[in-house]
Protein backbone atom coordinates (compact mmCIF):
# COMPACT_ATOMS: atom_id res chain seq x y z
CA UNK A 1 0.00 0.00 0.00
CA UNK A 2 0.87 3.40 -0.70
CA UNK A 3 2.06 5.06 2.67
CA UNK A 4 1.45 8.70 0.88
CA UNK A 5 -1.85 7.87 0.22
CA UNK A 6 -4.76 9.84 2.66
CA UNK A 7 -7.17 7.20 3.82
CA UNK A 8 -10.84 7.85 3.24
CA UNK A 9 -14.13 6.31 3.88
CA UNK A 10 -15.32 3.19 1.66
CA UNK A 11 -18.48 2.12 1.14
CA UNK A 12 -18.31 -1.36 0.63
CA UNK A 13 -19.67 -2.85 3.73
CA UNK A 14 -22.73 -4.19 1.89
CA UNK A 15 -24.89 -1.32 3.10
CA UNK A 16 -27.87 0.02 0.86
CA UNK A 17 -26.38 1.22 -2.25
CA UNK A 18 -28.83 4.57 -2.07
CA UNK A 19 -28.24 6.88 0.52
CA UNK A 20 -31.21 9.41 1.74
CA UNK A 21 -31.39 11.73 -0.75
CA UNK A 22 -31.83 8.74 -3.13
CA UNK A 23 -28.84 8.56 -5.84
CA UNK A 24 -27.17 5.33 -6.26
CA UNK A 25 -23.46 4.78 -3.73
CA UNK A 26 -22.38 2.25 -6.30
CA UNK A 27 -22.57 4.12 -9.46
CA UNK A 28 -19.19 5.19 -10.88
CA UNK A 29 -19.65 9.46 -10.42
CA UNK A 30 -17.25 11.77 -11.04
CA UNK A 31 -15.60 14.89 -8.98
CA UNK A 32 -15.65 18.21 -9.78
CA UNK A 33 -14.38 21.27 -8.05
CA UNK A 34 -14.32 24.96 -8.18
CA UNK A 35 -11.61 26.41 -6.34
CA UNK A 36 -11.72 30.10 -5.79
CA UNK A 37 -9.39 32.59 -3.55
CA UNK A 38 -12.19 32.49 -0.89
CA UNK A 39 -14.66 29.52 -1.09
CA UNK A 40 -14.20 26.23 -2.91
CA UNK A 41 -16.83 23.84 -4.16
CA UNK A 42 -16.82 20.20 -4.65
CA UNK A 43 -19.60 18.25 -5.99
CA UNK A 44 -20.27 14.59 -6.67
CA UNK A 45 -21.91 14.28 -10.63
CA UNK A 46 -23.61 11.70 -12.18
CA UNK A 47 -23.05 11.12 -16.29
CA UNK A 48 -26.90 10.96 -17.07
CA UNK A 49 -26.53 13.66 -19.99
CA UNK A 50 -24.97 16.27 -21.91
CA UNK A 51 -24.81 18.37 -18.57
CA UNK A 52 -23.66 16.16 -16.00
CA UNK A 53 -25.99 15.92 -12.63
CA UNK A 54 -24.56 17.28 -8.99
CA UNK A 55 -25.53 14.55 -6.51
CA UNK A 56 -24.54 16.18 -3.76
CA UNK A 57 -21.95 19.63 -3.59
CA UNK A 58 -20.44 21.19 -0.39
CA UNK A 59 -18.25 24.50 -0.01
CA UNK A 60 -15.35 25.07 2.29
CA UNK A 61 -13.82 28.05 3.10
CA UNK A 62 -10.25 28.53 1.20
CA UNK A 63 -8.07 29.35 3.32
CA UNK A 64 -8.85 27.23 6.28
CA UNK A 65 -6.55 24.51 4.59
CA UNK A 66 -3.17 24.83 3.95
CA UNK A 67 -3.74 23.21 -0.14
CA UNK A 68 -6.08 21.07 -1.65
CA UNK A 69 -5.62 17.82 -1.32
CA UNK A 70 -6.71 17.98 2.44
CA UNK A 71 -10.28 19.68 1.54
CA UNK A 72 -10.66 16.99 -1.38
CA UNK A 73 -9.92 14.21 1.32
CA UNK A 74 -12.53 15.91 3.72
CA UNK A 75 -14.98 15.54 0.51
CA UNK A 76 -14.53 12.25 -0.28
CA UNK A 77 -14.57 10.91 3.52
CA UNK A 78 -17.86 12.54 4.01
CA UNK A 79 -19.91 11.52 1.28
CA UNK A 80 -18.28 8.15 1.74
CA UNK A 81 -17.74 8.49 -2.53
CA UNK A 82 -14.01 7.67 -2.40
CA UNK A 83 -14.35 4.25 -4.32
CA UNK A 84 -16.69 5.42 -6.77
CA UNK A 85 -15.17 8.16 -8.84
CA UNK A 86 -14.18 7.04 -12.40
CA UNK A 87 -11.91 10.86 -12.69
CA UNK A 88 -11.68 14.33 -11.63
CA UNK A 89 -11.47 17.46 -12.45
CA UNK A 90 -10.78 21.08 -10.51
CA UNK A 91 -11.00 24.42 -12.03
CA UNK A 92 -8.54 26.52 -10.11
CA UNK A 93 -8.07 30.14 -10.24
CA UNK A 94 -4.67 30.26 -11.69
CA UNK A 95 -2.47 29.44 -14.78
CA UNK A 96 -2.30 25.38 -15.54
CA UNK A 97 0.82 24.10 -17.18
CA UNK A 98 1.59 20.70 -17.02
CA UNK A 99 -1.53 19.71 -15.00
CA UNK A 100 -0.07 22.18 -11.92
CA UNK A 101 -0.61 25.21 -10.92
CA UNK A 102 0.49 28.05 -8.85
CA UNK A 103 -3.14 29.77 -7.67
CA UNK A 104 -3.02 33.16 -7.90
CA UNK A 105 -4.72 34.88 -4.90
CA UNK A 106 -4.15 31.73 -2.61
CA UNK A 107 -0.24 30.99 -1.66
CA UNK A 108 -0.68 27.10 -2.95
CA UNK A 109 1.05 25.32 -5.68
CA UNK A 110 -1.62 22.58 -7.01
CA UNK A 111 -0.53 19.50 -8.46
CA UNK A 112 -3.61 17.10 -10.81
CA UNK A 113 -0.91 14.23 -10.32
CA UNK A 114 -0.27 14.48 -7.18
CA UNK A 115 -3.55 14.54 -5.71
CA UNK A 116 -4.63 11.88 -7.33
CA UNK A 117 -1.92 9.31 -6.51
CA UNK A 118 -2.41 11.02 -2.67
CA UNK A 119 -6.25 10.22 -2.76
CA UNK A 120 -6.07 6.51 -5.18
CA UNK A 121 -8.08 9.00 -7.75
CA UNK A 122 -7.39 8.92 -11.28
CA UNK A 123 -7.31 10.63 -14.07
CA UNK A 124 -7.31 14.30 -12.51
CA UNK A 125 -7.29 17.08 -14.04
CA UNK A 126 -6.71 20.89 -13.63
CA UNK A 127 -8.54 23.72 -15.56
CA UNK A 128 -7.98 26.99 -15.01
CA UNK A 129 -11.46 28.04 -13.11
CA UNK A 130 -12.78 30.58 -16.18
CA UNK A 131 -11.96 27.92 -18.65
CA UNK A 132 -13.62 25.52 -16.25
CA UNK A 133 -16.68 27.55 -16.38
CA UNK A 134 -17.09 28.75 -20.24
CA UNK A 135 -17.26 25.02 -20.52
CA UNK A 136 -20.41 25.02 -19.19
CA UNK A 137 -21.75 28.40 -20.42
CA UNK A 138 -23.29 26.79 -23.46
CA UNK A 139 -25.45 24.41 -21.71
CA UNK A 140 -27.04 27.46 -19.27
CA UNK A 141 -30.59 27.74 -19.61
CA UNK A 142 -32.46 30.77 -20.25
CA UNK A 143 -33.41 30.93 -16.43
CA UNK A 144 -29.82 31.18 -15.61
CA UNK A 145 -29.12 34.28 -17.54
CA UNK A 146 -30.69 37.66 -17.01
CA UNK A 147 -30.18 39.14 -20.33
CA UNK A 148 -28.66 43.15 -20.36
CA UNK A 149 -28.35 43.23 -24.48
CA UNK A 150 -30.02 41.13 -26.18
CA UNK A 151 -28.35 42.09 -29.80
CA UNK A 152 -28.23 40.22 -33.13
CA UNK A 153 -26.68 36.98 -32.30
CA UNK A 154 -24.38 35.29 -35.26
CA UNK A 155 -25.24 31.66 -35.26
CA UNK A 156 -21.47 29.73 -35.18
CA UNK A 157 -20.04 32.72 -33.93
CA UNK A 158 -17.83 32.91 -31.14
CA UNK A 159 -18.70 33.52 -27.35
CA UNK A 160 -16.54 35.22 -24.71
CA UNK A 161 -16.90 35.31 -20.53
CA UNK A 162 -15.42 38.09 -17.82
CA UNK A 163 -15.72 37.04 -14.01
CA UNK A 164 -15.01 39.27 -11.45
CA UNK A 165 -14.82 38.07 -7.78
CA UNK A 166 -11.95 37.92 -5.55
CA UNK A 167 -9.67 38.45 -8.78
CA UNK A 168 -11.12 39.29 -12.40
CA UNK A 169 -11.26 36.02 -15.14
CA UNK A 170 -11.33 35.87 -18.58
CA UNK A 171 -11.92 33.24 -21.07
CA UNK A 172 -12.93 33.21 -24.54
CA UNK A 173 -15.53 30.25 -26.69
CA UNK A 174 -14.24 29.76 -30.00
CA UNK A 175 -16.51 28.40 -32.60
CA UNK A 176 -15.00 25.33 -34.22
CA UNK A 177 -18.19 23.78 -36.52
CA UNK A 178 -20.74 23.18 -33.81
CA UNK A 179 -18.76 23.52 -30.99
CA UNK A 180 -17.61 26.32 -28.57
CA UNK A 181 -14.14 25.20 -27.52
CA UNK A 182 -12.87 27.16 -24.35
CA UNK A 183 -9.63 29.21 -24.35
CA UNK A 184 -7.98 29.93 -21.15
CA UNK A 185 -6.90 33.45 -20.34
CA UNK A 186 -5.03 35.52 -17.72
CA UNK A 187 -6.75 39.04 -18.96
CA UNK A 188 -7.80 39.80 -15.54
CA UNK A 189 -3.68 40.49 -14.73
CA UNK A 190 -3.23 42.64 -17.99
CA UNK A 191 -2.79 46.38 -17.20
CA UNK A 192 -5.65 48.47 -16.20
CA UNK A 193 -6.12 51.11 -18.90
CA UNK A 194 -8.00 54.58 -17.47
CA UNK A 195 -10.44 56.16 -19.97
CA UNK A 196 -11.31 59.22 -18.20
CA UNK A 197 -10.09 61.77 -15.90
CA UNK A 198 -11.28 60.39 -12.72
CA UNK A 199 -9.73 56.97 -13.34
CA UNK A 200 -6.71 58.65 -14.48
CA UNK A 201 -7.26 60.16 -10.79
CA UNK A 202 -7.89 56.33 -9.40
CA UNK A 203 -4.49 55.61 -11.45
CA UNK A 204 -2.66 58.06 -9.73
CA UNK A 205 -3.54 56.92 -6.47
CA UNK A 206 -2.85 53.28 -6.79
CA UNK A 207 0.40 53.66 -8.56
CA UNK A 208 1.81 55.80 -5.88
CA UNK A 209 0.88 52.86 -3.30
CA UNK A 210 1.55 49.96 -4.95
CA UNK A 211 3.38 50.12 -8.64
CA UNK A 212 1.63 48.64 -11.44
CA UNK A 213 -1.88 48.58 -11.63
CA UNK A 214 -3.90 45.71 -12.77
CA UNK A 215 -7.25 45.69 -14.45
CA UNK A 216 -8.26 43.08 -11.51
CA UNK A 217 -7.04 45.73 -9.34
CA UNK A 218 -10.02 47.98 -10.32
CA UNK A 219 -12.68 45.00 -11.34
CA UNK A 220 -12.79 42.51 -8.68
CA UNK A 221 -13.82 42.09 -5.11
CA UNK A 222 -10.27 44.04 -3.78
CA UNK A 223 -11.46 46.19 -6.61
CA UNK A 224 -14.04 47.60 -5.41
CA UNK A 225 -12.36 47.88 -2.09
CA UNK A 226 -9.85 49.91 -3.90
CA UNK A 227 -12.86 52.01 -5.49
CA UNK A 228 -14.18 52.33 -2.15
CA UNK A 229 -10.99 54.13 -0.45
CA UNK A 230 -10.64 56.36 -3.46
CA UNK A 231 -13.97 57.94 -3.52
CA UNK A 232 -14.05 58.25 0.43
CA UNK A 233 -10.85 60.07 0.45
CA UNK A 234 -11.95 63.36 1.46
CA UNK A 235 -15.31 62.37 3.02
CA UNK A 236 -16.71 59.69 5.75
CA UNK A 237 -18.61 56.67 4.66
CA UNK A 238 -22.50 57.51 5.90
CA UNK A 239 -23.29 53.67 6.39
CA UNK A 240 -20.46 53.35 8.79
CA UNK A 241 -16.86 51.38 8.52
CA UNK A 242 -16.31 48.34 6.25
CA UNK A 243 -16.58 44.63 8.07
CA UNK A 244 -13.28 43.65 9.29
CA UNK A 245 -13.66 40.66 7.56
CA UNK A 246 -11.95 41.29 4.00
CA UNK A 247 -14.02 38.68 2.16
CA UNK A 248 -17.68 40.87 3.27
CA UNK A 249 -15.78 44.05 2.52
CA UNK A 250 -17.21 44.41 -1.17
CA UNK A 251 -20.99 43.04 -0.50
CA UNK A 252 -21.06 45.79 2.26
CA UNK A 253 -19.89 47.50 -0.22
CA UNK A 254 -22.10 46.88 -3.63
CA UNK A 255 -25.22 47.13 -0.41
CA UNK A 256 -24.57 50.61 0.46
CA UNK A 257 -23.99 51.77 -2.72
CA UNK A 258 -27.38 50.31 -4.38
CA UNK A 259 -29.26 51.51 -1.37
CA UNK A 260 -28.64 54.71 -2.33
CA UNK A 261 -27.63 56.06 1.01
CA UNK A 262 -23.80 56.70 0.97
CA UNK A 263 -22.69 59.20 -2.17
CA UNK A 264 -19.53 57.77 -2.16
CA UNK A 265 -20.49 54.82 -2.16
CA UNK A 266 -22.14 55.17 -4.95
CA UNK A 267 -19.77 56.47 -7.24
CA UNK A 268 -17.49 53.59 -6.27
CA UNK A 269 -19.54 51.00 -8.10
CA UNK A 270 -20.60 53.22 -10.91
CA UNK A 271 -16.73 53.47 -11.55
CA UNK A 272 -16.84 49.39 -11.23
CA UNK A 273 -19.56 49.16 -13.17
CA UNK A 274 -17.85 51.34 -16.18
CA UNK A 275 -14.87 49.89 -15.55
CA UNK A 276 -16.48 46.55 -15.83
CA UNK A 277 -18.36 47.05 -19.14
CA UNK A 278 -15.11 48.67 -20.68
CA UNK A 279 -13.70 45.57 -20.33
CA UNK A 280 -15.93 43.45 -20.82
CA UNK A 281 -16.00 45.51 -24.37
CA UNK A 282 -12.26 45.36 -24.89
CA UNK A 283 -12.84 41.03 -24.52
CA UNK A 284 -15.50 40.72 -27.06
CA UNK A 285 -13.43 42.34 -29.52
CA UNK A 286 -10.37 41.00 -29.07
CA UNK A 287 -12.26 37.43 -29.06
CA UNK A 288 -14.93 38.80 -32.32
CA UNK A 289 -17.76 37.21 -29.65
CA UNK A 290 -20.54 37.73 -32.14
CA UNK A 291 -22.59 34.95 -30.11
CA UNK A 292 -22.54 36.21 -26.77
CA UNK A 293 -20.74 37.97 -23.90
CA UNK A 294 -21.17 36.39 -20.75
CA UNK A 295 -20.74 37.83 -17.09
CA UNK A 296 -20.13 35.70 -14.69
CA UNK A 297 -18.80 35.40 -11.04
CA UNK A 298 -20.12 36.77 -7.37
CA UNK A 299 -20.55 39.93 -8.33
CA UNK A 300 -22.36 40.48 -11.35
CA UNK A 301 -25.72 38.39 -10.09
CA UNK A 302 -25.80 40.54 -6.91
CA UNK A 303 -25.43 44.23 -8.52
CA UNK A 304 -27.80 43.27 -11.38
CA UNK A 305 -29.89 46.69 -11.02
CA UNK A 306 -26.54 48.56 -11.04
CA UNK A 307 -25.97 46.25 -14.56
CA UNK A 308 -28.82 47.17 -15.98
CA UNK A 309 -28.96 51.20 -15.19
CA UNK A 310 -27.07 51.71 -18.88
CA UNK A 311 -23.70 52.90 -17.34
CA UNK A 312 -22.17 49.59 -17.96
CA UNK A 313 -23.94 48.90 -21.57
CA UNK A 314 -22.35 52.62 -22.81
CA UNK A 315 -19.10 51.92 -21.37
CA UNK A 316 -19.44 48.10 -23.28
CA UNK A 317 -20.10 49.83 -26.36
CA UNK A 318 -18.04 53.07 -26.53
CA UNK A 319 -15.07 51.79 -28.64
CA UNK A 320 -15.35 54.37 -31.65
CA UNK A 321 -15.96 52.50 -35.06
CA UNK A 322 -16.32 49.25 -33.70
CA UNK A 323 -19.62 50.76 -32.00
CA UNK A 324 -22.03 48.93 -34.12
CA UNK A 325 -20.37 45.76 -33.75
CA UNK A 326 -20.93 45.75 -30.27
CA UNK A 327 -24.41 47.11 -29.91
CA UNK A 328 -25.10 43.98 -31.42
CA UNK A 329 -22.95 41.57 -29.30
CA UNK A 330 -25.85 39.74 -26.81
CA UNK A 331 -24.37 40.51 -23.55
CA UNK A 332 -25.46 38.12 -20.38
CA UNK A 333 -25.18 37.99 -16.89
CA UNK A 334 -24.65 34.49 -15.69
CA UNK A 335 -26.94 33.82 -12.84
CA UNK A 336 -26.00 29.94 -11.76
CA UNK A 337 -23.68 29.96 -9.07
CA UNK A 338 -21.99 26.79 -9.38
CA UNK A 339 -21.41 27.47 -13.28
CA UNK A 340 -17.80 26.51 -12.86
CA UNK A 341 -18.37 23.22 -10.98
CA UNK A 342 -20.54 22.21 -13.48
CA UNK A 343 -18.10 22.58 -16.43
CA UNK A 344 -15.42 20.98 -13.86
CA UNK A 345 -17.69 17.95 -14.22
CA UNK A 346 -17.81 17.85 -18.10
CA UNK A 347 -14.16 18.45 -17.97
CA UNK A 348 -14.47 14.92 -15.60
CA UNK A 349 -16.89 13.68 -17.88
CA UNK A 350 -14.42 13.93 -20.77
CA UNK A 351 -11.66 12.31 -19.17
CA UNK A 352 -13.73 9.05 -18.69
Known amino acids: ?7 VKSTRDGRSARNSDGWDRMAR ?15 LFALDGARPTPLET ?3 ATRDFDALTPIVARFLDETGSADRIAAACFGVAGPVRANVSRLTNVPWVVNGIEIGDRLGIAPVQLLNDL ?20 GTPTEGGNAALIAPGTGLGEAGLHAVGDRLIPLASEGGNADFAARTPRELELVSLLAARQGRVALEDVVSGPGLVNLHTFTHRLVQCTDGTLPEELDRRPA ?8 GGCAACVEALDLFVSALGAAAGNLALR ?11 GIAPRILPALRGGRLLEAFVDKGPMRTLLEQIP ?16 GARDLT
Do not use: F
Request: no cysteine; hydrophobic share 50%.
Open 58 to 60: RRY
Open 252 to 259: AITASALE
Open 331 to 346: VSVVLEQQTALIGAAI
Open 131 to 150: EAMARAVPLLASHELAVIQA
Open 1 to 7: MNENVLH
Open 29 to 43: LVLAGDVGGTKTWLG
Open 287 to 297: TVATSGLYLGG
